[in-house]
T-cell receptor
């Protein structure tokens, strides 16, 4: 499986500010996914990021709040904009495996908004 | 009705016993099924994938799929304290699209030494 890294691993941010999370993969992948996992809950897909096209957002998530960049086949960023305490969560980057059916996760970014 | 349902637990089993984790899904068009293990404070780790009806074994883990009953299970034989984690069932495909993966809320497993 691909090796996935995320930066930062954790951050504490003030309300109203923005944070950009980076996801780096050690091999080229077509599709990258961004998930959110709120405390005690399961994973919710925010958006799918394909290189060379606009990200596809799931219901309840909008580009103005969660802009995504996908400049090449090994890198993506997710920005959490105008943060509120409700954005406190773990944000996870995920990529498809060689078989394309499987998905693997990065280590996550733990965000706390005060 | 939730798309992927799991009992939240905790499921407590003694060390050495078989742990049985269950999952049901609502979308009959779902094509791929996965079990992830998530330790507290860590990201999910893929441990099993299954695509066709029947059993699939990998070491101490056996995944079982019954598409007619829309049911997926994970058996962990000879459970160890290190197996204590939350196990997430995930389902891919169906009406949500080929690449869409939907996760259950997870079952917390506690293996008692």
């Amino acid at each position: 499986s691909a090796v996935i890294s995320q930066k930062p691993s954790r951050d504490i941010c003030q309300r109203g500010t923005s944070l950009t999370i980076q996801c780096q993969v050690d091999s080229q992948v077509t599709m990258m996914f961004w998930y959110r996992q709120q405390p005690g809950q399961s994973l919710t897909l925010i958006a799918t990021a394909n290189q060379g096209s606009e990200a596809t957002y799931e219901s309840g998530f909008v580009i103005d709040k969660f802009p995504i960049s996908r400049p090449n086949l090994t890198f993506s960023t997710l920005t959490v904009s105008n943060m509120s305490p409700e954005d406190s969560s773990i944000y996870l980057c995920s990529v498809g495996g060689q078989a394309s059916y499987e998905q693997y996760f990065g280590p996550g970014t733990r965000l706390t908004v005060t | 009705q939730k798309e992927v349902e799991q009992n939240s637990g905790p499921l407590s089993v003694p060390e050495g016993a078989i742990a049985s984790l269950n999952c049901t899904y609502s979308d009959r068009g779902s094509q791929s099924f996965f079990w992830y293990r998530q330790y507290s404070g860590k990201s999910p780790e893929l441990i099993m994938s299954i695509y066709s009806n029947g059993d699939k074994e990998d070491g101490r883990f056996t995944a079982q799929l019954n598409k007619a009953s829309q049911y997926v299970s994970l058996l962990i034989r000879d459970s160890q304290p290190s197996d204590s984690a939350t196990y997430l069932c995930a389902v891919k495909g169906g009406s949500g699209g080929y690449q869409k993966v939907t996760f259950g809320t997870g079952t917390k497993l506690q293996v008692i030494p």
